[in-house]
T-cell receptor, first 115, second 115 residues
């Protein structure tokens, strides 16, 4: 069965510092991978997605993620964090095809940004 | 503005009192779904709908009903709410089932408390 693990429940970084949020997936074939962000009181917004091709994916708000098949990982990175990046981040995986557009979400990583 | 709206945003109710959470999208999307978000569990799919009058169960459908009489609306019905349905609920929609081209858009969430 597909699953997603986000090992870090809570991370605190200083404004201007670099950020890496970890995501590991379990899936037999090549997965479709996503990162979503949930700001306080808001719905989820798609940051980026990976399907195939270049393993380094660029997203919105200056985020990027790298797919590493050998490590079953899809970590999210940002070189310099802004205070407005404080939010909860969810990694998700989806199966290819099928009759549902269902996403399997990780448990989320809550990011706090210190001034 | 393209959006998914949910009402109410917050609801406190008592066990056994039927309630409906509405979801509406203005993007003419075919596919809609409901998720619940619980601490430590991430988001889990409750029900989904591929088109008008076509609905199917997700991973955690027990205690919920849905209907899709119009393309834009996908209400979630709790016939007899119980405390274990206390959760944060998200409605999502997408143009179709392709994970490559059809991004899911999420509503702002409905926080439900069942006493």
């Amino acid at each position: 069965a597909q699953s997603v693990t986000q090992p870090d429940i809570h991370i605190t970084v200083s404004e201007g510092a670099s950020l890496e949020l970890r995501c590991n997936y379990s899936y037999g074939a090549t997965p479709y991978l996503f990162w979503y962000v949930q700001s306080p009181g808001q719905g989820l917004q798609l940051l980026l997605k990976y399907f195939s091709g270049d393993t380094l994916v660029q997203g919105i708000k200056g985020f990027e993620a790298e797919f590493k098949r050998s490590q079953s990982s899809f970590n999210l990175r940002k070189p310099s964090v802004h205070w407005s990046d404080a939010a909860e981040y969810f990694c998700a995986v989806s199966s290819y095809g099928g009759a549902t557009n269902k996403l399997i979400f990780g448990t989320g990583t809550l990011l706090a940004v210190q001034p | 503005e393209a959006q998914v709206t949910q009402n109410p945003r917050y609801l406190i109710t008592v066990t056994g009192k039927k309630l409906t959470v509405t979801c509406s999208q203005n993007m003419n999307h075919e596919y809609m779904s409901w998720y619940r978000q619980d601490p430590g569990l991430g988001l889990r799919q409750i029900y989904y709908s591929m088109n008008v009058e076509v609905t199917d169960k997700g991973d955690v459908p027990e205690g919920y009903k849905v209907s899709r009489k119009e393309k834009r609306n996908f209400p979630l019905i709790l016939e007899s709410p119980s405390p274990n349905q206390t959760s944060l609920y998200f409605c999502a929609s997408s143009r179709g089932l392709s994970q490559i081209t059809d991004t899911q858009y999420f509503g702002p969430g409905t926080r439900l408390t069942v006493l």
